[in-house]
């Protein structure tokens, strides 16, 4: 969930998701939809998605309990090395170093030598060798890296390792933001009296398994309503990964429906009742 998230976003869902689903055993009653619904608001509706599917191959081909062989993790939906490795280290304490860029920063740091994957992992090895615990070990690497060898100031007057760290007191410039490339989007609400018009499989496709607000990409579809009145609603920017998007949304009063196997209308009342990504209700509301 802290992929790519920040923990005090986390922090606000993780109650809602674990009143809703325990355990395991609680998603063999529930929906993709209903987990997507209790995610909406954490972004990156992909690692829900594997999330869910993983739990269901657990739940039907090892009864339950999340396995600690690292082949059978890697096989399970979005569940790379880094992830089957913090599973065996923190989840069950065994022997596995789950190797983000803090810990890479840290050690290449301590030997000031750039190093890959697989030299750090043999570097842990050697230090972990007299070593039993493995969770908190991997916790300790985490926390420390992140918090006391920052990345572009790391705090050497209270590091443990000052006096033979090979990198102490030099100066680490901030690193250069990703590059942002911005983009123009128009977003359309097309309304009859009490329902909302969505696309089923839109050409904004940020947010797969969800269906859309209408963009101004899809072309065909907003081209039937082109001599409907439309009036701007909203402006604002919104932060999509590395894109940066400057959105106008366009309310279109609509007198008829028009049917199309690729569009859903919803009634107003049933639209909270469905899973959307963040961006669409900050549209709607
Ligand atoms: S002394 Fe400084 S650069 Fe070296 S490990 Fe500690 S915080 Fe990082």
Redesign the pocket.
Known sequence: MLQQTTVSTVQNKLPTILREFPDFQSFKSKKIDDFLKCWSGLGYYNRAINFYKSVSIINKNFKGILPKDKNELLNLPGIGEYTANAIIAIGYNKRAFPIDVNIKR?IS??INKSVTNLQLSDILKEITFKKRNFRKFAESMMDYSSS???KSF???K?????SY??????S?NPLLKKNVVSKNINFYLIETKNKVCFIKKPKFQFYKNFIHLPSSLDIELISKYKKNKKELKVSFEYSITKYKFKINVYKIFSKVIIDDLDIVWLKKGEIAQIPIPTLFKKILN
Do not use: E, N, T
Request: hydrophobic share 35%; charged share 20%.
């Open positions: 840290l740091r301590l006391i060898c920052k790391p705090q050497c209270d590091c443990i390792f000052q760290c090979k990198s102490a007191y030099q680490f």
